[in-house]
């Protein structure tokens, strides 16, 4: 067994039992934000968020939404050339909140193998910019919000909640979709967004005892009735969704 593979495990292995992926339809740039202000709204110090996703599919689109629902001011861009991006803002609670965005996209991403290695340089790079600690044992006021950085974050996060977004039906199939994903690859500063490129599948995983015990899936639930055009994929939902779908 990997060293990942037994970081998910042991995961998994704190609530009893393998976290439920919930999947919902999200159509437009606008409830892209909405979802991430949302998600926000539920974090607080010491959680960990793992964004995925290929190129242009909308991960800055959420990240936006998640700073907007930490009150952070300013615009967030994906920090691919500098690796890490620290935010002020503050909790649902009125809580000040640190938010620490990684984008490990520049390191390799997932192009690296289950193992030591890709941890390494990642930490690396953020003991350089002072933020090492930060993502290995985030404190009572921070949140790490990390993109392209599967392998890295299951070995140094044994509970997070993942969400990962693909293009659904009718969406475009080019990387610029959304495209401030694959703009800021050329130049950070060139990320004016959006427009209509139809609908996006994301799915949220939630990691650790945490997550489950955050009641995600009732969460997500109530977000989809506030937000219009947003639906939960029925095969996806469980317990009190499952009755409403």
Not at 141 to 160: F, K, N
Request: a negative charge; one cysteine or more; hydrophobic letters at 40%.
């Amino acid at each position: 067994m990997s060293a990942v593979e037994a970081n998910d495990k042991d995961a998994m292995d704190m609530d009893g039992g393998e976290s439920q992926p919930i999947t919902l339809r999200v159509p437009t740039p606008e409830s892209m934000r909405a979802l991430g202000q949302y998600v926000a709204g539920m974090t607080h110090g010491g959680d960990v968020i793992l964004l995925s996703g290929p190129l242009g599919a909308g991960k800055t689109t959420f990240a936006q939404g998640f700073g907007a629902g930490l009150g952070v001011t300013g615009p967030v861009v994906s920090p691919t050339f500098t690796i890490a991006r620290e935010m002020e803002g503050h909790f649902a609670d009125g809580s000040a909140a640190h938010c620490v965005h990684v984008d490990a996209y520049r390191l390799g991403g997932a192009s690296f193998a289950p193992g030591q290695n890709s941890v390494d340089a990642l930490l690396d790079e953020l003991e350089s910019l002072g933020l090492d600690e930060e993502l290995e044992d985030p404190g009572e006021r921070t949140v790490v919000l990390m993109e392209w950085g599967e392998q890295m974050v299951a070995a140094l996060a044994p509970e997070r909640l993942e969400i990962h977004i693909e293009r659904g039906n009718g969406a475009e199939s080019s990387a610029d979709s959304y495209p401030a994903d694959a703009a800021e690859r050329r130049n950070p500063a060139d990320s004016q967004e959006l427009s209509e490129n139809g609908e996006r599948a994301v799915t949220l995983t939630p990691v650790g005892e945490r997550w489950n015990a955050e009641g995600i899936g009732v969460a997500i639930d109530g977000f989809t009735r506030s937000s219009a055009g947003c639906t939960l994929v029925g095969g996806n939902a469980t317990g009190a969704m499952k009755e409403r779908l």
